[in-house]
């Protein structure tokens, strides 16, 4: 059974940095893909950026500065995003998704059959 465990965020200051931890049951090994998406208030969910863990494979989305860096711990089969000098738009609902696939990447959320249930950040003072 695949299982994805959200943490982190909660409420941060602008200019404050986050980490948000997924823990991963279910699915590791050469072909898992792991990505990070959002969901801002009232606007779709956007993919911010995936990683092949067993490789540290990374794409990201055009949109994405250098501000969030994902990053992969094998040992504790755990991703994170980590996202720095925070903006009040990076309020959303960020949700970690898998998927079984080799070589080519897509942050399209309808190609992650597997979804964490996702874990609040509200950059506010």
């Known amino acids: 059974e695949v299982q994805l465990v959200e943490s982190g965020g909660g409420l941060v200051q602008p200019g404050g940095s986050t980490r948000l931890s997924c823990a991963i049951t279910g699915i590791t090994g050469a072909d898992a893909q792991i990505a990070w998406f959002r969901q801002p208030p009232g606007k779709e969910r956007e993919g911010i950026s995936c990683?092949?863990?067993?490789?540290?494979?990374?794409y990201k989305s055009n949109w994405v500065e250098d501000r969030f860096t994902i990053s992969a711990d094998n040992a504790k089969d755990t991703v994170y995003l980590q996202i720095d000098n925070l903006k009040s738009e990076d309020t959303a609902v960020y949700y970690c998704?898998?998927?079984?696939?080799?070589?080519?990447?897509?942050?399209?959320?309808?190609?992650?059959?597997?979804w964490g249930q996702g874990t609040q950040v509200t950059v506010s003072s």
């Open positions: 998704a898998a998927r079984r696939a080799f070589g080519v990447f897509t942050l399209a959320a309808s190609s992650y059959p597997y």
């Open positions: 990683i092949a863990p067993m490789y540290h494979n990374i």
